[in-house]
């Protein structure tokens, strides 16, 4: 079993950036594609990035590619997601997640097992 922490979160004007941290704890996480998604008030949650066990392989949803990059560290457990160019559609709690399919690029929440509590994100017009 994962356990996943979300840190980072807070409130940003639009235009500015934040980065956020997913902490897991087990040693197995080095051997977990991850992902992160996000969930806006009265919306689906909804996937953002994900990454290959590796980091070798990454893949964003249209509505953050070129703003947001996902990366990781596994000598320190650590799952990122640096967010640029921040917009007010962006506001939401963020989620990160391990995924138990082959399938790094995987946008479907099934395929995806342990989640973190989340962290919000809001961003200010």
């Known amino acids: 079993q994962v356990q996943l922490v979300e840190s980072g979160g807070g409130l940003v004007q639009a235009g500015g950036s934040l980065r956020l941290s997913c902490t897991a704890s087990?040693?197995?996480?080095?051997?977990?594609?991850m992902g992160w998604f996000r969930q806006a008030p009265g919306k689906e949650r909804e996937f953002v990035a994900a990454?290959?066990?590796?980091?070798?392989?990454?893949n964003y949803a249209d509505s953050v590619k070129g703003r947001f990059t996902i990366s990781r560290d596994n000598a320190k457990n650590t799952l990122y997601l640096q967010m640029n160019s921040l917009e007010p559609e962006d506001t939401a709690v963020y989620y990160c997640?391990?995924?138990?399919?082959?399938?790094?690029?995987?946008?479907?929440?099934?395929?995806?097992?342990?989640w973190g509590q989340g962290t919000q994100v809001t961003v200010s017009s």
């Open positions: 087990g040693r197995a996480f080095g051997s977990y594609n």
């Open positions: 997640a391990t995924s138990r399919s082959t399938r790094y690029y995987t946008r479907n929440r099934n395929d995806y097992t342990y």
């Open positions: 990454i290959m066990w590796d980091g070798g392989m990454t």
